[in-house]
């Protein structure tokens, strides 16, 4: 059973080997982070290394590094292939800090959601009150929005009182895309195009030139044109030519970066070929996430 203190010095170890991409680190440097004598460290790293949980790098660029048995010990996991969830404050990203593992404490209760968080890197920056937003994470797309209502730095634990709490389903745009899309060719007059929209209820089509996607035309555009008294112009002169066309196999989170970095509203899904296949909107993307029907039901 580890003392109080190793548990902090291990910890402490942990968190600077990671921020320094797998340098050895030193004891100097352990014992100003947690401000105590360098002596203390030599003495209790002797210890560590008895019980396998640190291992010396002899040398002048020696020091110390965990080993696996320490990460186990402190109940972290650790992979080669792990990727790195990140915490953000203020929606900017906290540098050398991740999160390890996420439990929630108080689920059953509505009014009170709350998440401990185990976290790789130093917390003490991080103070009560900061409202922090975590994520995604690698396998299941999970964000969580909360604010910080306690921190054990001896565990590296923030406990988050949850605000938000969402997970991006693991479908493609495939599997939520509209498949009888409707569409106007090259040649359509602006009213026809008015016509096509107001019937169908819809505010954007994609363009087709013999059976290929070419462009995408919208009520923004259809209004400028009349803005500009352009209204005896072709949909294909005035349609927006950059049309972010994506394979219905890439997935919804994905789907949803690509929206939010180009500012639209839809993806066209096409073949390698441009042969149209279905449409995605950025409402279609929303209700894949907000929708509770597609969240799998946990029983114990």
Do not use: W
Not at 20 to 47: F, H, L, Y
Not at 160 to 174: H, L, N, Y
Not at 235 to 254: D, L, P, Q, R, T
């Amino acid at each position: 059973m580890l003392t109080s203190v190793q548990k902090e010095i291990l910890q402490t170890l942990i968190n600077l080997y990671q921020s320094s991409d797998g340098k050895s680190i030193k004891g100097e440097d352990i014992a100003e982070v947690m401000n105590r004598n360098p002596g203390t460290i030599r003495n209790q790293m002797q210890s560590l290394r008895s019980l396998s949980l640190v291992k010396g790098v002899p040398g002048p660029r020696g020091g110390y590094k965990p080993t696996i048995e320490a990460y186990h010990s402190l109940n972290i996991s650790i992979s080669d292939k792990e990727k790195k969830v990140p915490i953000y404050r203020n929606d900017e990203r906290l540098k050398d800090i991740s999160v390890a593992k996420i439990e929630f404490t108080s689920v059953p209760q509505p009014d009170e959601c709350e998440a401990a968080i185990k976290v790789l890197g130093s917390i003490k920056d991080l103070n009560l009150g900061d409202t922090i937003r975590i994520g995604p994470t690698p396998v299941n797309n999970l964000g969580i929005m909360g604010e910080i209502v306690g921190r054990d730095d001896m565990d590296n634990i923030l406990l988050v009182e949850t605000k938000t709490i969402r997970s991006i389903p693991k479908q493609t745009v495939g599997d939520i895309a509209s498949r009888n899309v409707i569409s106007l060719k090259i040649d359509c007059s602006l009213k026809e195009a008015a016509k096509v929209f107001s019937e169908n209820n819809i505010n954007g089509a994609p363009v087709m030139k013999d059976g290929k996607v070419v462009g995408v035309f919208t009520v923004t555009d259809l209004v400028n044109a009349f803005a500009d008294q352009n209204d005896t112009v072709t949909v294909g002169e005035v349609m927006s030519k950059k049309v972010i066309i994506v394979n219905e196999n890439i997935k919804i989170a994905k789907a949803i970066e690509i929206l939010f970095k180009k500012n639209i509203s839809r993806l066209i899904i096409a073949d390698d070929d441009n042969n149209l296949l279905g449409i995605v909107t950025r409402t279609d993307l929303i209700d894949s996430i907000t929708n509770l029907n597609q969240f799998p039901i946990i029983t114990n």
